[in-house]
């Protein structure tokens, strides 16, 4: 498939009509056309409807005089700075500034294999006045010179490829490469402004509003990997998306597995097979859950827990499968000597410090010792202090068994 679009220029005599052979015909980067009559000294700036694709350090030229040339020190969307002259330097209305420098290339075919020589920026005519060759797509200046005619500037001719559908990029790959860029002349500061819109016949599929946001519903049929913080205005259907950095939503459903890092939504929830590796924020909304399951983090093993003396001096303490920080239960044998009133059982935290001390909700589920009351607890960050303290008799028996259930929330 052709990469570049075909140039080609007719010269012919500007009394006669009949073809130019020998002509030459230069190419140059897409120029900018003054806007308004202005007369700047050196280093000052030129008003133009737009700079075109003249840069910073070019050296330019005016209209056709191609033997003098300008400095450019800086370019803004609608002013180019030029400097290298004595005097005032005067410009009419619509004069065209070119760049003479970082000339584009003429290729012999479409896919660039090899630059047209000695000058790879210049053609000459054929017997039939023909000028023709490769070049990539986009918008040029050139200038037709030669015997039996008037030197000419033609400005702003666009090459098109073969294909309109598929543009592709002559950019030259480095850190700071960009393959294609699209911009705008006039900001786009006022709310509901889009920066892109694309349409299925005449209906909006998908837009980037002003500040670079994505709106609509987004469908991923893949896998949608996404690096930094995440912003969705309304809803996520996707495959399997990872999100490493944080994900905010007004609205936030999942049609298959969602990875990320913290969640922030501030509307409705529907998640499918979901895991989140840090924290699920939930802002003013109703979330309606179908079963809960506090199954993430590391299980804890018998010696998490640590008993007062108050336990006896051989109690033990056994945990349940798969008990950890969010939900547990634990077994208590209270046996060997120095038996005594108000025994405590101290977990430190598996999966580290919450932000604050968490709550728990503890019940005793249980075993062969005699408890009328509920658990009396602590927290702080890293811990989670339980105290047998009971109505009828807060002094543990020996051989007993108290089992303990809750699950902590922070």
């Given at each position: 498939m052709?990469?570049?679009?075909r140039f080609t220029?007719t010269?012919?005599?500007?009394?006669?009509?009949?073809?130019?052979?020998?002509?030459s015909?230069?190419?140059y980067?897409?120029g900018?056309?003054?806007?308004?009559?202005?007369?700047?000294?050196?280093?000052?700036?030129?008003?133009?409807?737009?700079?075109?694709k003249?840069?910073?350090?070019?050296?330019?030229f005016?209209?056709?005089?191609?033997?003098?040339?300008?400095?450019v020190?800086?370019?803004?969307?609608?002013?180019?700075?030029?400097?290298g002259?004595?005097?005032?330097?005067?410009l009419?209305?619509?004069?065209?500034?070119?760049?003479?420098?970082?000339t584009?290339s003429?290729?012999?075919?479409?896919q660039?294999?090899?630059?047209?020589s000695?000058t790879a920026?210049?053609l000459?005519?054929?017997?039939?006045?023909?000028?023709?060759?490769?070049?990539?797509?986009?918008?040029y200046?050139?200038?037709?010179?030669?015997?039996?005619?008037?030197?000419?500037?033609?400005?702003?001719?666009?090459?098109?490829?073969?294909?309109?559908?598929?543009?592709?990029?002559g950019?030259?790959?480095s850190?700071?490469?960009?393959?294609h860029?699209l911009?705008?002349?006039?900001?786009?500061?006022t709310?509901?402004?889009?920066?892109?819109?694309?349409?299925?016949?005449?209906?909006?599929?998908?837009?980037?509003?002003?500040?670079?946001?994505?709106?609509?519903?987004i469908?991923?049929?893949?896998?949608?990997?996404?690096?930094?913080a995440?912003?969705?205005?309304?809803?996520?259907?996707?495959g399997?998306?990872?999100?490493?950095?944080?994900?905010?939503?007004s609205?936030?459903?999942?049609?298959?597995?969602l990875?990320?890092?913290t969640v922030?939504?501030s509307?409705a929830?529907s998640?499918?097979?979901?895991?989140?590796?840090?924290?699920?924020?939930v802002?003013?909304?109703?979330?309606?859950?179908y079963?809960l399951?506090?199954?993430?983090g590391?299980?804890?093993?018998?010696?998490?827990?640590?008993?007062?003396a108050?336990w006896?001096?051989?109690?033990?303490?056994t945990?349940?499968a798969?008990?950890?920080?969010?939900?547990?239960m634990?077994?208590?044998l209270?046996q060997?000597?120095?038996?005594?009133?108000?025994?405590?059982?101290t977990?430190?935290?598996?999966n580290?410090?919450?932000?604050?001390?968490?709550?728990a909700?503890?019940?005793?589920?249980?075993g062969?010792g005699?408890?009328?009351?509920?658990?009396?607890?602590?927290?702080t960050?890293?811990?989670?202090?339980v105290?047998?303290?009971?109505?009828?008799?807060?002094?543990?028996?020996?051989?007993?068994?108290?089992?303990?259930?809750?699950?902590v929330i922070?």
């Open positions: 052709p990469q570049l679009g220029h010269a012919s005599s500007s009394t006669t009509g009949l073809p130019i052979s020998g002509a015909v230069t190419l980067k897409e900018s056309t003054v806007n308004g009559a202005q007369a700047i000294t050196t280093g000052q700036a030129v008003t133009v409807r737009h700079r075109g003249i840069v910073a350090t070019d050296n330019a005016l209209n056709t005089t191609t033997g003098t040339l300008y400095a020190d800086s370019v803004t969307a609608t002013t180019i700075t030029l400097s002259f004595a005097g005032t330097l005067s009419a209305n619509g004069d065209r500034i070119i760049a003479a420098t970082n584009p003429f290729y012999t075919d479409d660039g294999g090899a630059a047209v000695p920026n210049i000459t005519t054929s017997s039939v006045g023909l000028a023709a060759a490769y070049v990539n797509t986009g918008a200046d050139y200038i037709v010179s030669g015997s039996g005619l008037n030197t000419e500037l033609y400005q702003g001719m666009v090459v098109s490829g073969e294909a309109p559908s598929v543009i592709y990029s950019e030259t790959d850190a700071s490469a960009v393959a860029k911009d705008t002349i006039n900001a786009m500061s709310s509901g402004s889009k920066l892109l819109s694309l349409l299925n016949n005449t209906t909006e599929k998908f837009y980037v509003d002003k500040d670079g946001k994505l709106g609509l519903n469908g991923i049929l893949g896998t949608l990997a996404v690096a930094g995440t912003t969705l205005s309304s809803t996520l259907a996707a399997t998306t990872t999100i490493t950095g944080t994900l905010t939503a609205d936030l459903t999942t049609a298959g597995a990875t990320a890092g922030s939504v509307g929830i998640l499918a097979a979901t895991t989140i590796t840090s924290t699920l924020l802002g003013n909304a109703k979330t309606s859950l079963r399951y506090c199954d993430q590391t299980s804890h093993v018998n010696g998490d827990w640590v008993l007062s108050g006896g001096s051989t109690a033990t303490a945990v349940a798969s008990s950890k920080d969010n939900r547990f634990v077994t208590i209270c060997g000597s120095g038996i005594a009133a108000n025994p405590t059982a977990l430190t935290f598996k580290g410090t919450f932000t604050s001390a968490p709550f909700v503890l019940n005793w589920s249980g062969t005699n408890v009328q009351t509920s658990p009396l607890w602590t927290t960050a890293t811990t989670l202090v105290t047998h303290k009971d109505s009828v008799d807060n002094v543990p028996s020996s051989g007993d068994t108290y089992i303990l259930g809750g699950i922070g």
